[in-house]
């Protein structure tokens, strides 16, 4: 039995079963979805998204799309090659026949093609899914009102205006469509301002109108390049944040010059990584969220070792990559270096890191 086999012989049911004896804890289920914490990474939020029609997870916190066997080697912690284990987990649990049997002693070799197999599917799965644009008319539902929070936080109303940043008053969100570098609606996000509804499923989350959900795989886009292209090209730099707020807070500082992309997420993508090296830029400024406390701290560590594997290593070898690094302590906890203004962003950048070439 393939991985392909195991997955189709899957019911609603059956992924459920196994969601529990992961211990998670459902927050949410309509007919359309399931949310539940994010076991593949041992989190606790509510950010592990099922989505029953394409019976694909989403983490939105670190691990984003996956499928079951994906969730189960995060949650065994299992490394990408030893996916097989989570198969027979699977099976086991489930009562299915035969798998351990398949992926046994009996046929090494074909537990090797079987790898190669799944590794080429998944990566053409992912190329052969283009992101279909959505029709922007969909924005037409909701309102251009701007919230005095977001001004208070360094974003102009011009900047909201730029970005088609929207206001939905029934929901009580705030609306930030993406598009992508041609200027095709490709997802819509919600930022609530509700504290409860915060507290419950993050501050960001992919946007529902009727049966409809306007989400996309964020990893597939860089937020912002399609405003800040040129600047990017002209300064052959780019820096990239973590949330689509700090790609509004620089455009209100900078304008025309900013070059500030979004990864929407923690990680660099393949497919990010693709698109940055193809703009031809010379340097990459990481400028992360400040996820600890103090620069001595173990939390410090984890994050600095998070950004080099997720995203130095994969840029290094090709370009100069610096990092922001809050070493005077300018932001607080969870800041990003965008939120305390045009100073401190500038006096980080001053002091930006170099973490050179690999090779
Ligand atoms: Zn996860």
Redesign the pocket.
Same mark, same amino acid.
């Given at each position: 039995m393939t991985a392909q086999e195991l997955k189709e012989k899957l019911k609603e049911e059956d992924i459920r079963k196994l969601l529990i004896e992961m211990g998670a804890t459902f927050y949410y289920e309509d007919d359309d979805m399931w949310i539940t914490d994010?076991i593949?990474?041992h989190?606790t939020k509510p950010k592990?998204y099922y989505y029953k029609d394409s019976m694909s997870f989403h *983490?939105y916190?670190? *691990?984003g799309q996956l499928d079951i066997i994906g969730v189960v080697m995060?949650y065994k912690d299992y490394e990408q090659e030893e996916f097989q284990k989570a198969i027979n987990w699977i099976c086991i649990k489930l009562n299915l026949d035969n798998c351990e049997y398949g992926f046994g002693k009996q046929e090494q070799i074909s537990d090797w093609e079987f790898i190669r197999k799944y590794k080429k599917s998944s990566k053409k799965e992912a190329k052969e899914k283009p992101l279909v644009p959505y029709d922007k008319s969909v924005l037409n539902i909701f309102q251009k009102m701007y919230t005095d929070e977001w001004i208070k936080e360094g974003i102009s109303i011009e900047t909201m205006e730029k970005y088609n940043i929207l206001y939905s008053t029934w929901q009580q969100k705030i609306i930030i469509p993406h598009f992508d570098v041609n200027n095709q609606l490709i997802g819509v996000r919600g930022r609530s301002l509700i504290d409860e509804d915060i507290e419950l499923f993050g501050k960001y989350t992919p946007f529902k109108v009727g049966r409809r959900f306007y989400n996309h795989s964020l990893g597939m886009n860089l937020f912002g390049l399609n405003h800040n292209l040129k600047a990017i090209q002209k300064k052959r730099k780019i820096m990239l944040v973590e949330a689509e707020k700090s790609v509004f807070q620089t455009d209100t500082m900078f304008g025309e010059d900013n070059f500030t992309v979004a990864l929407c997420g923690s990680n660099l993508t393949d497919y990010q990584k693709g698109m940055i090296l193809m703009l031809g830029v010379r340097e990459v400024i990481i400028a992360l969220d400040k996820q600890y406390e103090t620069i001595d701290s173990d939390e410090c560590k984890k994050w600095a070792k998070h950004i080099k594997d997720k995203i130095v290593d994969k840029l290094s070898p090709f370009v100069t990559v610096s990092v922001l690094w809050d070493t005077n302590d300018l932001l607080e906890y969870k800041d990003s270096p965008t939120d305390r203004g045009k100073e401190t962003l500038l006096q980080l950048m001053e002091n930006k890191i170099y973490v050179g070439t690999n090779q």
């Amino acid at each position: 039995m393939t991985a392909q086999e195991l997955k189709e012989k899957l019911k609603e049911e059956d992924i459920r079963k196994l969601l529990i004896e992961m211990g998670a804890t459902f927050y949410y289920e309509d007919d359309d979805m399931w949310i539940t914490d994010t076991i593949c990474h041992h989190g606790t939020k509510p950010k592990l998204y099922y989505y029953k029609d394409s019976m694909s997870f989403h *983490c939105y916190t670190e *691990c984003g799309q996956l499928d079951i066997i994906g969730v189960v080697m995060g949650y065994k912690d299992y490394e990408q090659e030893e996916f097989q284990k989570a198969i027979n987990w699977i099976c086991i649990k489930l009562n299915l026949d035969n798998c351990e049997y398949g992926f046994g002693k009996q046929e090494q070799i074909s537990d090797w093609e079987f790898i190669r197999k799944y590794k080429k599917s998944s990566k053409k799965e992912a190329k052969e899914k283009p992101l279909v644009p959505y029709d922007k008319s969909v924005l037409n539902i909701f309102q251009k009102m701007y919230t005095d929070e977001w001004i208070k936080e360094g974003i102009s109303i011009e900047t909201m205006e730029k970005y088609n940043i929207l206001y939905s008053t029934w929901q009580q969100k705030i609306i930030i469509p993406h598009f992508d570098v041609n200027n095709q609606l490709i997802g819509v996000r919600g930022r609530s301002l509700i504290d409860e509804d915060i507290e419950l499923f993050g501050k960001y989350t992919p946007f529902k109108v009727g049966r409809r959900f306007y989400n996309h795989s964020l990893g597939m886009n860089l937020f912002g390049l399609n405003h800040n292209l040129k600047a990017i090209q002209k300064k052959r730099k780019i820096m990239l944040v973590e949330a689509e707020k700090s790609v509004f807070q620089t455009d209100t500082m900078f304008g025309e010059d900013n070059f500030t992309v979004a990864l929407c997420g923690s990680n660099l993508t393949d497919y990010q990584k693709g698109m940055i090296l193809m703009l031809g830029v010379r340097e990459v400024i990481i400028a992360l969220d400040k996820q600890y406390e103090t620069i001595d701290s173990d939390e410090c560590k984890k994050w600095a070792k998070h950004i080099k594997d997720k995203i130095v290593d994969k840029l290094s070898p090709f370009v100069t990559v610096s990092v922001l690094w809050d070493t005077n302590d300018l932001l607080e906890y969870k800041d990003s270096p965008t939120d305390r203004g045009k100073e401190t962003l500038l006096q980080l950048m001053e002091n930006k890191i170099y973490v050179g070439t690999n090779q």
